[in-house]
């Protein structure tokens, strides 16, 4: 069983930067591959980044490449999404998610455990 806890979100102007970070319970969060999605209003989730178990692995969706970063500390149990040029596109609910599988990582059905989700804003 693995519990997230996302926080870091917030109301930032468009160009500003934000840092989300994810802190999961268990002692095996090494072994877990975590992704980061977010849910806009009337949207369906959609894939942001993910990063496999042993940071080895990353992958984002096309529309945040250049300006998202994925990373993970083991040490501390947690991954982080760093925003930076954000646009008003971004605002969305950002939801944390873990899986044991190595594959098919942008998909959301590859995933067994999800955070309560972080509200971020971006205003123009």
């Known amino acids: 069983q693995v519990q997230l806890v996302e926080s870091g979100g917030g109301l930032v102007q468009a160009g500003g930067s934000l840092r989300l970070s994810c802190a999961a319970s268990g002692r095996t969060f090494s072994s877990y591959a975590m992704g980061w999605f977010r849910q806009a209003p009337g949207k369906e989730r959609e894939f942001v980044a993910a990063?496999?178990?042993?940071?080895?692995?990353?992958y984002y969706v096309d529309s945040v490449k250049g300006r998202f970063t994925i990373s993970r500390d083991t040490a501390k149990n947690t991954v982080y999404l760093q925003m930076n040029s954000l646009k008003p596109e971004d605002t969305a609910v950002y939801y944390c998610?873990?899986?044991?599988?190595?594959?098919?990582?942008?998909?959301?059905?590859?995933?067994?455990?999800w955070g309560q989700g972080t509200q971020v804003t971006v205003s123009s």
């Open positions: 990063i496999s178990w042993s940071g080895g692995s990353i």
């Open positions: 998610a873990a899986t044991i599988q190595k594959d098919g990582l942008g998909r959301l059905p590859a995933y067994d455990y």
